[in-house]
């Protein structure tokens, strides 16, 4: 098999190997129903590498099959990590309900604009239409991602090591992922086999930076589902809350009681 | 290699890592509690009852009044004490505000539903009253504080305290939905 220099492969092995022990830690503790978007995205991958593996043999790696089989695969890819995002997210604000509500809405919003950007970005760049979309792809899921964080910091709320690992994994991906197609497009032509080692492998040099993470953070057992703060007790309702609003009430007079003296 | 349309990816992406080393690194303050009756008292600002006497002690009558009744070393040393006392003051007004925030955030956490817009508003009044506080810091420093200035921090106390006031009342109708038809 021709296309790519040997240490692609080597790093494409210890990526695929990065995935079977990440799925093997999910099925071993249990977290499969939990993270199932994580998990369906994991084997996804495995799956993909496969199916690559296959084509580049059978096909050349720079056969027209190859390049629409490899896209088709990173598009799935794509979609897959989204949805494993969200579903990490929703783990971490599920007991504050407004906050999640508030949030996906907004922050799908933001995803929606930077995607509809890099379609515009894209159009009209000639060899490159594909790099620029995926880069687009991944950068509206960085920037949503980092705001996502920012909310999460902005109201105080705790998020467990390993989802921590998770989404500072993917963010890191996403960067890197932007960062490689922006500086490629720049210095080298991109049907060399060059540009495609170097491309390749840096994108697989993030995966197993992104996959070590992982690994690493999944190790901490994940949060009990009930260790969920538990829903205010009654007399906080029922005797707090005219209270803090009364106390609250009494400041604003005197604060209108000092400004318009 | 590098040109005008690669440096803007570039920075985007030295950001974007950037915010989220500083969004996933351990939080410098504790979490708020769910407060108790024990801290009920220490959850509204303190510090705004002495504005009164900050605002005389910083405004113009009382310094024309020491320019001209006491001595000029006198005067420099009164003018440094008032100083200190004013940058305490402030002080103590931040620290009001950041009570507010942290009753604001426990509402935010239990409140079923959250307003994008009042959540935007509070967030625009936090980073309007951070950048007041250090310009009439730097007031300070620099020897004087301008009495509208001060005026107009501790107003945005007061606007958020009805902010707040206001989501606390949202939050409670949700708590007892049987009360909102009285």
């Known amino acids: ?261 | 290699m590098l040109n005008a349309y690669t440096i803007p990816f570039l920075v985007i992406v030295a950001v974007l890592l950037g915010l989220l080393a500083w969004a996933l690194r351990r939080p410098s303050r504790r979490t708020a509690p769910i407060p108790s009756f024990a801290s009920l008292e220490e959850l509204g600002p303190i510090h705004f009852r002495y504005f009164p006497i900050i605002l005389q002690m910083v405004g113009a009558a009382d310094r024309d009044f020491m320019a001209r009744h006491a001595s000029p070393s006198l005067s420099r040393r009164i003018r440094a004490e008032r100083c200190r006392i004013a940058k305490q003051f402030l002080a103590g007004l931040r620290n009001d505000f950041a009570r507010l925030n942290r009753l604001a955030v426990i509402v935010a956490k239990l409140s079923p539903r959250l307003e994008r817009k009042s959540e935007l508003r509070r967030l625009g009044l936090a980073l309007r009253f951070q950048l007041l506080y250090v310009i009439v810091r730097l007031d300070l420093e620099l020897g004087g504080v301008a009495a509208s200035r001060l005026v107009r921090l501790t107003r945005l106390i007061g606007s958020t305290s009805s902010q707040l006031n206001s989501a606390i009342h949202e939050l409670s109708k949700f708590s007892f939905p049987a009360d909102d038809a009285t």
């Open chain 1, 1 to 261: 098999m021709t296309g790519l220099a040997p240490i692609v492969y080597w790093l494409w092995a210890l990526v695929d190997l990065a995935q079977l022990v990440l799925l093997v830690i999910l099925i071993q503790k249990r977290y499969v129903r939990r993270l199932i978007f994580l998990s369906i995205y994991l084997a996804s991958g495995l799956l993909g590498s496969a199916c690559l593996f296959i084509v580049y043999r059978s096909y050349g790696f720079f056969s027209p099959i190859a390049f629409s089989v490899a896209w088709a695969i990173n598009v799935f890819s794509i979609a897959a990590k989204v949805l494993a995002v969200v579903e990490v997210f929703r783990l971490v604000l599920e007991p504050f309900r407004g906050i999640w509500a508030m949030a996906w809405r907004s922050l799908a919003g933001v995803a929606g604009a930077v995607g509809f950007w890099a379609v515009l970005d894209a159009d009209g760049s000639g060899r490159h239409v594909i790099t620029r979309l995926e880069r687009g792809a991944q950068l509206a899921c960085a920037v949503t991602l980092v705001s996502m964080l920012l909310l999460v910091r902005y109201y105080a709320i705790p998020v467990h090591a390993a989802y921590k690992a998770l989404l500072g994994g993917f963010c890191f991906y996403c960067c890197g992922v932007v960062l490689i197609n922006t500086i490629l497009e720049q210095i080298s032509l991109p049907h060399s086999v060059y540009y495609q080692s170097i491309w390749s492998g840096a994108e697989l040099l993030c995966s197993i930076v992104t996959f070590t993470v992982w690994i690493v953070g999944l190790r901490h057992p994940l949060p009990k589902v009930e260790e969920r703060p538990a829903p205010l007790p009654s007399f906080v309702c029922e005797e707090m809350t005219p209270l803090v609003q009364a106390r609250l009430r009494l400041l604003n007079k005197r604060l209108e009681e000092m400004l318009h003296v």
